[in-house]
């Protein structure tokens, strides 16, 4: 810990000299001073780039909005605080009302609409020539007094700043949250994560960043001119946050600087500079996933390993919350109450007429023949689908008046494909639900809480393994482990025997009498019928969106309409 | 002169070359289901490319002409062939992010090659203008409306009426299943995206003698293609018509209001589409179970 500490401390020293020495072509104090300012700027675009994976191509906008409001309404005699605060205002409003129209529509839009606001704002700057100085631009008094040694201090204290706020903010819960959002929506939603809201929150923070760093650099520059806002400048930031490496604390730094000081150095060959931008721009997307500070890291790993040998493991968490069934007042009588459902799409019939009920406790099937409307009925249950028709109550709520992610308090559900998330360890994937139903505990507790989880499941081997190395049959496993974590009222199952190897298929025996014996409602679509004979009392069999058996599982399997509507094809 | 007229002429002039542009932007996001931010970069090297070989007096000018459709074809072929379908498992944005990549690297090589100065060839028509109502329509312009419309127009009824259109719109369905139809995906992939090269060089063709090109015309083709393809809810048909409501949109705003304003109202109507495509959706983004 503290040699890396010091070699940190060290290079931080070297960087922050660097351009009072001259040792590096073009590397001048204003050009270190603007790439602090960009970096800035570059950190809040890793957040909504970066992380969480959402396509941004006019974050130059949310830069020169705040530095054009507050010149204007400096140049009206209105004070200079006052001034600056109005355009931060201003700008986040923008934000807000960006991200609401656009952040909810698949990722296209999102990436158009940032352009296209990029494109109002540099347009704007140019039609109104009286007010915002046209072409020229607009001359911004107050930074001049300065000097440029005062300006780099205050970038380098706002580029230090910004990223203690993205190191802490960025971390825990909340990172796990984002990874998951960006790699799969639905199962974030599933899992009870607010999707919608949590882009909003994360395309706000990145603008903030932007507003910030562009009012500063602005002041600094002395001038804003229309281009600063427009499409160019955004995807020169994109480039940068590419280059640095996506997702990295570090990475909005390295890219910064390197892109920046190409531009200074090919300045020199000129006409060239575009040319060497556009090839830096597409190498990097091809082929450098991880960027500078993906080598970086990868570089540091190897140095540590080299030095001290294989990682010890941490030491075990202390158990400090055991379950959460206790939570759970009443856990006996009706579960899930499906009333005569029915579903249209555009007029085909999926779903009509369905009705049943689950018990707490109980293990419950939903059997048929391909496209009889199984999963459409999970999805209505879980909230991904509204029903056209009819209610479902779950312990004895109406389940429309919960959103799906307010339902994943009380209903987990799994996947045909486990829905994972690749580059989290297993802990982690059963930390992103276990984040949402009991935000109120501390990250320890949390973790220990999905620690207990897969101990009680019987996964403990696994824990700490990423799930991009595990095997499809145990991720299917781990996806119910995930749906059970916090042990909900209601269980949904897809399909979960198919896939898994003979020994997998006793563990899921195992796990389904315990989720019995805690008190859950357990729903099972599945083919396997011999293993739905096995662990089922009861269930419905759907055919054509129509239930035709409901009862006893032994009764309904010999019902001979069933035979005919399953098994028609082979008798 | 009847301000009037001259609008609805100018419009459809550039609604023209906007359907010509949105048409190809809609089959290669049905076939391949990616926004192709490259897509207008056919339009600009086209141009350019005619522009300098024009100047040179080396080619007859429709020699140039073929040669910058083959060149755009090529272009948007390679894109498909060697930057997206090796990485056909990435996901969107990360796939729209290559074609960005792809477009800047291209403006990059166009700055190079002319600088940052707008180039244009002579007219392919000369003649006399046409005076319409008050309005005032060059041969060239003419041309650029009949040939733009019918070529578009092509499109669907090639989609809807052919063995080849039929295989192209399989794979948009499911591509998959159109795998195992017999459909070749990868080769219906390259033809839309040889389609979509070849109708923006032939914009280009028609409509810079009338205007002129610059290096980063291609990423404001795109975009406007695109705002006629979203509006028309990325329908073929649509597509050609909202292109024309676009059109005579900026059109008259530059008439009566202010030819700076085109921009901010353009993408007015892009947010317009976005709040009226929000309301079904209930969370995240393009989803589906």
């Not at chain 2, 141009?47 to 083959?70: D, E, K, Q, R, Y």
Request: proline share 4%; net charge positive.
């Amino acid at each position: 810990m503290k040699r890396s500490r010091i070699i940190l401390l060290a290079t931080a020293i070297i960087v922050i000299a660097l351009p009072f020495t001259g040792l590096v072509l073009g590397w001048s104090v204003g050009l270190a001073t603007l790439v602090y300012f960009d970096a800035l700027t570059v950190i809040g675009l890793n957040l909504i780039f970066g992380v969480t994976g959402m396509l941004t191509l006019g974050q130059a906008a949310f830069m020169a909005v705040p530095a054009y409001c507050a010149g204007i309404l400096e140049s009206v005699g209105v004070p200079f605080f006052l001034s600056v605060g109005a355009g931060l205002v201003v700008t986040l409003v923008l934000a807000v009302c960006t991200g609401r129209v656009f952040i909810r529509l698949p990722g296209v839009y999102l990436a158009f609409g940032t352009l296209a606001v990029a494109f109002v704002v540099e347009g704007t700057a140019r039609a109104f020539p009286l007010i915002t100085g046209g072409s020229s631009g607009l001359i911004l008094e107050h930074g001049r007094s300065l000097g440029d040694r005062g300006w780099y201090l205050i970038a380098l204290v706002a580029l230090t700043g910004g990223m203690t706020i993205y190191w802490y903010l960025v971390s825990g819960a909340f990172l796990r949250r984002l990874r998951t959002i960006r790699h799969d929506e639905l199962a974030a939603a599933v899992l009870g994560i607010n999707v919608g809201r949590s882009k909003e929150k994360v395309f706000l923070i990145g603008a903030t960043f932007a507003a910030v760093a562009g009012i500063l650099r602005a002041y600094y520059v002395g001038l804003v001119i229309p281009e600063n806002g427009g499409v160019d400048p955004s995807l020169e930031l994109l480039a940068m946050t590419l280059l640095g490496g996506p997702g990295y604390l570090f990475g909005p730094l390295f890219g910064t600087a390197l892109l920046q000081w190409l531009f200074i150095i090919t300045g020199y060959a000129k006409g060239y500079v575009l040319l060497v931008y556009g090839a830096v721009f597409l190498l990097a997307v091809l082929y450098l996933k991880d960027g500078i500070a993906g080598w970086v890291a990868k570089i540091w790993d190897r140095f540590e390993l080299m030095i001290d040998g294989p990682r010890q493991d941490p030491c075990p968490t202390r158990r400090v919350v055991s379950s959460l069934s206790d939570r759970h007042t009443q856990r006996s009588g009706v579960c899930l109450q499906v009333l005569d459902i029915a579903k249209r799409f555009r007029g085909v019939v999926a779903l009509d007429g369905v009705s049943f009920t689950v018990e707490f406790g109980e293990i419950f099937t939903i059997v048929g023949p391909n496209g009889a409307g199984k999963s459409t009925l999970f999805n209505i249950i879980s909230g991904i689908e509204l029903p056209t028709r009819g209610v479902v109550k779950i312990a004895n709520k109406d389940a429309a008046s919960f959103s799906i992610s307010e339902r994943a308090r009380f209903v987990g559900r799994s996947f045909q494909v486990a829905r994972l998330v690749p580059d989290l360890t297993v802990v982690e994937n059963i930390m992103v639900r276990v984040d949402q139903i009991t935000p109120e505990l501390s990250e320890l507790e949390r973790r220990s809480l999905a620690l207990n989880q897969i101990a009680a499941f019987g996964l403990s081997a696994v824990a700490d393994t990423p799930v991009s190395a595990l095997s499809a049959g145990q991720r299917k496993l781990i996806d119910l482990t995930r749906a059970a974590a916090g042990d909900p009222s209601l269980v949904l199952l897809d399909e979960p025997a198919v896939g898994l190897a003979a020994d997998e298929l006793d563990h899921l025996k195992s796990l389904l009498h315990q989720l019995q014996a805690r008190g859950s409602a357990v729903v099972i679509v599945e083919h396997n019928i011999d293993f739905v004979a096995e662990v089922a009392k009861r269930g419905i069999v759907l055919d054509g969106g129509r239930p035709i058996a409901f009862g006893a599982i032994k009764e309904i399997l010999a019902d001979p309409k069933v035979q005919e509507a399953y098994f028609g094809a082979l008798l | 002169m009847n301000p009037l007229t001259q609008a609805v002429i100018s419009g459809l002039m550039m609604g023209a070359v906007y359907a010509l542009l949105s048409i190809g932007l809609v089959i290669v996001y049905q076939t391949a289901h990616v926004i192709n931010l490259a897509h207008g970069e056919a339009y600009s090297i086209a141009g350019i490319f005619v522009s300098v070989l024009a100047g040179t007096h080396i080619l007859p000018i429709w020699a140039a002409i073929a040669g910058a459709i083959i060149v755009a074809v090529l272009i948007s072929i390679a894109i498909e062939r060697f930057l997206l379908r090796p990485r056909r498992l990435w996901s969107h944005s990360a796939l729209i992010l290559v074609t960005l990549a792809a477009a800047i690297f291209s403006r990059g090589a166009l700055y190079t090659l002319i600088g940052s100065d707008a180039v244009s060839f002579p007219r392919l028509v000369s003649g006399a203008p046409f005076r319409i109502a008050g309005g005032v329509l060059p041969p060239q312009g003419l041309l650029l409306i009949v040939m733009a419309f019918a070529l578009a127009i092509a499109v669907p009824l090639f989609l809807s009426t052919t063995q080849l259109g039929r295989q192209l719109r399989a794979t948009a369905e499911n591509p998959d299943a159109a795998q195992l139809m017999g459909v070749n995906v990868d080769r219906a992939r390259l033809l839309a995206f040889a389609i979509a090269g070849a109708y923006g060089a032939i914009g280009a063709v028609l409509l810079v003698p009338l205007v002129s090109v610059d290096f980063h015309a291609g990423l404001d083709m795109t975009l406007r293609g695109f705002i006629a393809a979203a509006l028309g809810g990325m329908l073929p048909l649509w597509a050609i018509v909202c292109s024309i409501l676009l059109g005579l949109g900026e059109a008259f705003v530059t008439t009566y209001f202010d030819a700076l304003a085109k921009d901010p109202i353009v993408f007015l109507m892009l947010i317009g589409v976005a709040v009226w495509r929000s309301r079904k959706i209930r969370f995240g983004g393009g989803l589906r179970a």
